[in-house]
């Protein structure tokens, strides 16, 4: 077989998963890195770094923390649901064919809390999953003497699992319109990657054993993150806020167990429980904007992602097939417009309208060839009550990952991998003075 990325696709149906992702490309690797953010964050292109809204969660940065109002309390809590579709082109002898499957996935997004401590100090808690996996795909081996002396002999490869995030940390507004903040970041989770080997088809003689194998990755790991934001403008109806984030990456260091059966009976089981498998966080950087009046809000955030550098290594994945780390660099932003949020009349008035559009790269590389991501985000918030901050937020997105080109290897063309999906989020936001969290008093 020349490579698990070259063989996928080749059973299509639409299956359904409670997991994040459902993609080959979380083969490698964390998987698929989820968009961070809250859903009114993630249905303005997923920007929101200098947010800083005191009605707001804002789970990007820890600086914005510090603008919770006394005596109040926020709570966020989001769930996605989406349908996959991957394309690949496959070249034969024959001619180039078309390869297709479709899936949906649900789960949910993130729970998050704010609150202040004292005028000026807030705290944030927040938990989310930071990266999934999901795939299944399989193959038969194409090399004429196998075929012959043996018979049709069938690769499956199978994966799951999820890496979560709980954030916990400080805002600080050290001077007035300046903050800073500093968050601790646990990571824990799963990962099983099964593979197997079976002859379908026994065409030579004698018998051949099937052969799985499973390989878990354990991770428990603790990462910071510290954050900025600085109000540049501040007026009644204008309000223009920069904002910064810096997270510091690292080893996570997981836990491995690898495991052989043959025949589906135990055979061998090698155990490495406590040996350290390298896989790396790598430090991020962003930087943004965050404009807001009355009736329009712009955002604008920029992220850099140093994964070349703190993940040296490279996955031999068969025949020579290269996985290699690559830094990244992604741009975000969005716009959302409320008509008249104190519209007695026309509720509708009272609506937010939001759309973004967030463009960058994928971090892993692929025989050398670098993939580009998009995704065009739309939303809205609707108030659960007038004069009131709470709102039950709706959210929209389509992106793609990818492309339908090939690399070269040994002489033989590999189809890559285009996947495009749609997602459908839904948020609830409360805010604590819309007296969600007063327990009333009778006299």
Known sequence: MTAAISCFATEASAQTS????????SMYGLGEVNQQGTLQMRSMGGAGVAQRLPSAVNTLNPASYSSTLQKSFLFNFGVDGAYYKNLQNKYSADGVSSAKTGYGTFNFH??????????????GLSLNPYSSVGYRMSGYDDDDDIWGDVGRVKYSYDGEGDITEVKIGLGWEVFKRFSIGVAMQYYWGDIDRNYSTSVVNN???GTFSSIVGNENYSVSRVKAQVGVQWDAIFTKKHVLTVGATYDLGGDLAPKTTNSVYINNIFSTEVSNVGKRLELVLPSQVTAGIYYQNPKVAVAADYTYQDWGAKNSRHEIISDGFEVSYADTHTVKMGVEYTPNLY???NYMSRVHYRVGFR???????FQG???QQYAVTAGFGFPIKFMGMSSIDVGFEYGSRGNRGSVSLDNKRLGLVRQNYFKFSLGFSMFGDDYWFVRPKFD
């Not at 409670?18 to 490309?25: H, L, R, V």
């Not at 998050?112 to 000026?120: D, E, K, N, V, Y």
């Not at 463009?359 to 590389?365: E, I, S």
């Open 18 to 25: 409670s997991i994040n992702a459902f993609s080959p490309y």
């Open 343 to 345: 519209d007695v009349r």
């Open 110 to 123: 993130e729970i998050a809390i704010q609150f202040p401590l004292t005028r000026g100090l807030g705290v």
């Open 369 to 371: 060839r670098k993939l």
């Open 203 to 205: 065409f030579g003689e």
């Open 359 to 365: 463009y960058g790269d994928y971090y892993q590389a």
